[in-house]
Each structure stands twice: as structure tokens, then as C-alpha cells.
């Protein structure tokens, strides 16, 4: 789907040009969603450039992501979607400035662009020209970022404080959910770790766009761009923190289950213990042999109880004393 924005009296009003009407020559971006040939045959014919392929946009070379050609600048970044869903996704999204106008190509449709969308409708200053566009999707999507980061910080405190949690002395603690505490954990480790390949890809493109000469873009543009590059370094310091928490929280969840474990080992090796004297007794008086004192006594019975009784009690007592129980 192809989409031109056109700048208003209110902000960017935004068109969707049929099949046969030429582009509007006013507009200052034209947006492709999940292009077909047809919609990137009418940006060439009315830009000049040459749209890169969706196998051209998934190259991890910065030569074949960052580059300027026939006097556009081409910047493909990988952009972390679908962040409040169990299972987030990593894209790329092209941007391309041509002149004063942007073009962006894109096969999702994530949340910072519709943010974007409906501030710029409302806000003239923001859609000025394809540089202040693209400065705003930049800052919509590193905003979105943060805010996803917070949101897993918050999480990481939550577990952390039920996994240490301390149970109150003569409390008997119930049971905890480490499978669980694995799964959300897991979850979070791995959107933290789309979050930084897309901070990183975000940092390598607003490295390149201030090395551009002064004519592509403002000083204003590029007052932004260099607070942009800050956030995004200051964001990927803070992901690497949350990302070894991530894993010190794994480690603690390990070593919490291993304790577990080992507290149920502790509680059968003790009643095999306990229940061991008591075992040999009663096979001794069981065997079949003819000559046992005790078979003739009137107190053997009640003997040979007692017995079995008294040796699981000493062991019990013992641990107890101990402190094993």
C-alpha cells in the first residue's frame, strides 16, 4: 500500500493515490507498507531512485544498509516489533531521503509509526520536510523502545523480589512457580536482546546520517539526531544491565530449584532412615526359624513393638536435634 502525506494547515494529510493518478508532487513522504511492483515503479518514475528489495533491506553488511546513491540517502535499520506480545520480532525498515521528501518501505506496521502518523496530523512543525519526518520516527521508535525497557525493568524487580522473597520464621513457604519464573524470564531475555540489536542498528544509522554533509539536513535536524545517538547509547548501557540481571535471576532460579530438590531428597533420605530399625526388627521376629526364645515369651509381642518403635523414634529425635529437620 502506498500512502503520501501531504502537509495541511493542521499537519500531514495523508493520501492514498489511486492506481492510475500521478503522485502528488507536494508531498513531502510517501509511505510503503508491504509494496507491491506497481507501488515501487511509481516512486522510481517520480523520485528517480530505485526501491531495495525486501532481500536488499535483511543484509547485515552497513555498505548495503547505509550508502548514498544518485544523491539519496539509503538507511535500512532493524526495528524490534510486536513488544507487547510473548513472542517480539525483529524487521527492517527502510528509510530513504530524497531531496526534501522521505520514503520509508516497510512489511509491518508497528506502533511508533502509527503514533507518528496521528502527531503529525495534529502538529504542523512535524511534518515540515522528509528530514524533520524522519527525525520524528526516529524518536518515535527509540521512545517506544524505552518505554518497553522501563516496562522490563519493572517485571525483572517483580521476579526478583518473589524469587528472594523471605518467609517468616515457623511459616511453612509454599511451594513457588519456577517454571514459570523460567517462561517470563526467558521472554524478557529475549526481547532485551532484540531491543539491543535494534538500538545498535538505530546507532550505526544515526552515526552515518551526521556524517552527511550540512546540506541534507538542519542544524535543528541534527540537534536531534545527536541527542537521538545519546539515548540510544545510554539505552544499550541499560540493556546490558537488564540483561545480566536476566541472568543472575536465572542463575538464583537454578539454584532455588536445585535447593528444592534437595529438601525433598533430604525428607526421603530421613524417613528411609527412620524407617530402616524398624524394618530390621520386624524381619528378624519374622523369620521362620524354629528355635526363637521370643517365640515362646508372653511379652515378646509387645517387645518386639517397642523395639521397632523406640528405633525409629531415637533417629528422629537425633536429626531433630541436629537441626537436619
Known sequence: MLSA???????????????????????????????????????????????????????????????????????????????????????????????????????????????????????????????????????????????????????????????????????RTASRDFRGVLERLGQNGELLSKSRESLVSLGRLLAFVQQQPSSFFSQDVRARFRMLSRDALAMSDHVTYLASKVQFLLEATLGMVNIEQNAIIKIFSVAAVVFLPPTLVASIYGMNFHHMPELDWLAGYPFALGIMVLSAVLPYLWFKRKGWL
Not at 12 to 28: G, H, K, S, T, W
Not at 69 to 75: H, P, R, S, V
Not at 87 to 108: K, M
Open 5 to 171: 502525506f501531504v502537509p495541511g494547515r493542521t499537519g500531514l494529510n495523508r493520501i492514498e493515490p489511486d492506481c492510475d493518478a500521478a503522485l502528488p508532487q507536494e508531498a513531502v513522504w510517501f509511505d510503503l507498507l508491504e509494496p507491491q511492483p506497481s507501488d515501487e515503479k511509481r516512486i522510481d518514475e517520480t523520485l528517480g531512485i530505485e526501491i531495495p528489495s525486501r532481500e536488499e533491506m535483511r543484509e547485515i553488511e552497513a555498505s548495503n544498509r547505509l550508502y548514498e546513491e544518485d544523491g539519496a540517502l539509503f538507511m535500512t535499520a532493524t526495528v524490534v516489533t510486536k513488544l507487547d506480545t510473548d513472542l517480539p520480532e525483529s524487521t527492517q525498515i527502510t528509510f530513504i531521503l530524497a531531496g526534501a521528501r522521505l520514503v520509508t518501505v516497510r512489511y509491518v506496521d508497528p506502533l511508533p509509526f502509527r503514533r507518528f502518523i496521528a502527531y503529525a496530523e495534529r502538529h504542523v512543525a512535524s511534518g515540515t520536510s522528509g528530514a524533520t519526518i524522519f527525525a520524528g520516527l526516529l524518536e518515535s521508535i527509540i521512545n517506544r523502545i524505552a518505554d518497553v525497557l522501563e516496562r522490563a525493568g519493572g517485571e525483572l524487580d517483580s521476579e526478583s523480589a518473589g524469587i528472594f522473597a523471605h518467609s517468616a520464621p515457623g511459616r
